[in-house]
């Protein structure tokens, strides 16, 4: 059985996503895309393919050899912005699925062209058979991530191994034919409602669901995270793990260790790590015209169609907001970014930007890293060598 091999292939369009971890990392679902290629395909991984600059940020994050390939005679080789897996892998050693845009989505190559594809950019050896699959649908833009996890997320809760819940409360109510699923420890207050009439809905281990809450399915609650008493989670929302969530949250992924606690909705939207939300923040989902939403993800570019009349915002980890901030519909703010002003910000804010009614300034980088790891360590974490090694390489670009 050929060896798993997943990569990231340096697409540069997934800014902010992609500033500190490899495009398979991001929470496409109620899993990761690496998790979800690894159920898919059968077999954990073998090795990960990354760029140089997120070499250590991923060794340090997973126990697979990183930039170093299996000495087996063949590889499938997987891109990490495949997170919707409806188009079956190749099978024949030496063939290729190419996306509707020529990207190379899998492989399966023998040892000698899978080291050839990885040191260049992913660019096929000659003599690899590829045919081109319309269902390769791959991540090419920052707000895909919220379309993918809403297409994903029924399927990984279906492979969530957590037990239906039997609620010993009667004030506890499940509203709906789809289950309820706990993993071990979680824990579930009294006057919690799940409407699970459009879904189920997944409470991951150690997670605890304060009361007075409501949970619409489909959603998913990762480990070690809390609703916050009074929380209103709609159906589509992604929470990863350690976050604390309250207020109204709808069709929202936060990838993890993040918090929104307080009153105020987030919709439609993508939050990276160690973001925190000041109580009132706000983001608009739905332009007052009904119309499509455009997003701007370059400070200097220009905005850019979407196909989305629900989109709310891209947050970059380590984003910081004050308190009543309010965001614009398909606003973008990259990496390390502050948003303190008491009108609607622009929408879309420069990485490591200081933004406040007196104009903006650019974050000083060391005051930064003390912010972050004065957050991270109450999490259990730090900021280690690697991260702000990357974060200075992000501060400088």
Same mark, same amino acid.
């Given at each position: ?155 990984? %809760? ?8 039997? /609620? ?5 109510? %499940? ?12 824990? !579930? ?43 209103? !989670? ?79 915002? %891209? ?6 907001? /004050? ?6 519909t398909g606003a973008c703010v990259h990496s390390g970014a502050m948003v303190a002003v008491s009108n609607f910000p622009p929408k879309c804010i420069g990485r490591f930007a200081f933004l406040t009614d007196a104009g903006e300034q650019k974050y000083d980088l060391g005051r930064f890293v003390e912010v972050a790891d004065r957050m991270m360590h109450r999490r259990g974490q730090q900021v280690t060598e690697a991260l702000r090694t990357r974060l200075a390489e992000l501060h400088v670009g």
């Amino acid at each position: 059985m050929p060896s798993l091999v997943v990569f990231d292939d340096a697409y540069d369009r997934l800014s902010p996503l992609t500033d500190l971890r490899a495009s398979f990392e991001l929470r496409t679902g109620a899993v990761t895309t690496l998790e979800r290629i690894e159920r898919s395909v059968g077999r954990p991984v073998s090795a990960v393919v990354v760029p140089r600059c997120l070499v250590e940020l991923t060794r340090a994050r997973l126990s697979a050899e990183v930039n170093k390939l299996p000495d087996d005679d063949a590889m499938l080789l997987v891109n990490g912005r495949w997170s919707v897996m409806h188009a079956a892998p190749p099978d024949r050693v030496n063939t290729a699925v190419l996306d509707a845009h020529g990207a190379v989505a899998a492989a399966l190559l023998d040892l000698a062209k899978a080291a050839e594809f990885v040191a260049e950019p992913m660019r096929l050896p000659d003599g690899v058979d590829a045919v081109t699959d319309e269902q390769a649908d791959l991540l090419r833009q920052p707000w895909h991530v919220i379309q993918h996890a809403k297409a994903n997320l029924p399927g990984d %809760i279906e492979a969530f191994e957590g037990k239906p819940l039997q /609620a010993d409360d009667p004030t506890v109510v %499940i509203a709906g034919d789809h289950p309820v699923l706990v993993g071990q420890g979680a824990q !579930i207050g009294p006057h919690v409602v799940f409407d699970t009439a459009g879904g189920a809905v997944a409470i991951d281990s150690g997670a605890r669901i304060e009361p007075m809450t409501t949970l619409q399915g489909p959603c998913y609650i990762g480990p070690d995270s809390v609703v916050i008493r009074h929380g209103d !989670i709609r159906a589509n929302t992604v929470v990863g793990p350690v976050c604390k969530v309250g207020g109204e949250v709808s069709g929202t992924v936060i990838q993890g260790f993040s918090n929104k606690a307080h009153l105020g909705f987030v919709g439609d939207s993508y939050l990276g790590e160690w973001v925190n939300l000041g109580a009132g923040t706000t983001t608009s989902n739905l332009k007052n015209t009904y119309g499509e939403v455009a997003m701007q993800t370059d400070p200097a570019g220009d905005p850019e169609p979407t196909g989305m009349p629900f989109l709310g915002a %891209i947050l970059g980890d380590h984003v910081k907001t /004050a308190i009543g901030t309010r965001l614009n519909t398909g606003a973008c703010v990259h990496s390390g970014a502050m948003v303190a002003v008491s009108n609607f910000p622009p929408k879309c804010i420069g990485r490591f930007a200081f933004l406040t009614d007196a104009g903006e300034q650019k974050y000083d980088l060391g005051r930064f890293v003390e912010v972050a790891d004065r957050m991270m360590h109450r999490r259990g974490q730090q900021v280690t060598e690697a991260l702000r090694t990357r974060l200075a390489e992000l501060h400088v670009g």
